[in-house]
């Protein structure tokens, strides 16, 4: 039972427009809600993070929606760079913020010069 | 680099075998957590020590067992080994539950690649 799911596993786009990188739930217990970058051989990077009581929350070029209705986030970066290429992974917690995480299967993101 | 130290960071065990896999935690954080990411999936949640109790745990047989130590690094240990054990074993440190900074500051080791044969 995938309570958090990734249905992209690869996305493409071209280096200076904008990646959107989408994330769906089931469980309507789950608060809080993550987004980590993971390059090969390391662990993952947290990026940003959205409380269920907000639909948006930006840092910089990235910015998370919540659409707690559609049980939906989706994770904005614009401008996107080269380096922006990695694995990302989308997670999800009933417990407190960071803690217990549920995380997604992952999608990879190659950004295009 | 996030301060979240494990190791070894390869390891190759034979079916049947033992293992135990270490992690140091982000100075200042009491509560470890471990994650098991099989290739192509996300991680999934093995259990959590807070207060070298485990505080929580994920859909794992016993044969997964962890302790954390008064220093709050930890171990993971797995008996029994199975070709299915095979996988990136991650370890995450932040601060206790419920703490008001705990929603962010989850920061992950490199991880320990377990490869049973």
């Known amino acids: 039972d995938q309570q958090v799911k990734q249905n992209s596993p690869s996305l493409s786009v071209q280096e200076g427009r904008i990646s959107i990188l989408n994330c769906d739930y089931t469980?309507?217990?789950?608060?809080?809600f993550l987004w980590y970058k993971k390059y090969p051989a390391e662990g993952p990077t947290f990026l940003i993070s959205?409380?269920?009581?907000?639909d948006k929350n930006e840092d910089g070029r990235f910015t998370v929606f919540l659409n707690k209705s559609a049980k939906h986030l989706s994770l904005h970066i614009v401008p996107s760079q080269p380096g922006d290429s990695a694995v990302y992974f989308c997670a999800a917690s009933a417990d407190q913020g960071a803690q217990k995480l549920v995380f997604g299967q992952g999608t990879r993101l190659t950004i295009n010069p | 680099e996030t301060g979240v130290t494990q190791s070894p960071t390869h390891l190759i065990k034979t079916r049947g075998q033992q293992v135990t896999l270490r992690c140091s935690s982000q100075s200042g954080h009491n509560t470890v957590s471990w994650y098991q990411q099989a290739l192509g999936q996300g991680p999934q949640f093995i259990f959590q020590y807070y207060r070298e109790e485990e505080n929580g745990r994920g859909n794992f047989p016993p044969r997964f067992s962890g302790l954390q130590f008064p220093n709050y690094s930890s171990e993971l240990n797995v008996n029994a080994l199975e070709l299915d054990d095979s996988a990136l074993y991650l370890c995450?440190?932040?601060?206790?539950?419920?703490?008001?900074?705990?929603?962010?500051?989850?920061?992950f080791g490199q991880g320990t690649r377990l490869t049973v044969v």
């Open positions: 469980n309507s217990m789950f608060d809080y």
């Open positions: 959205i409380s269920s009581i907000k």
């Open positions: 995450a440190s932040s601060l206790a539950p419920g703490h008001p900074v705990s929603n962010t500051e989850a920061f």
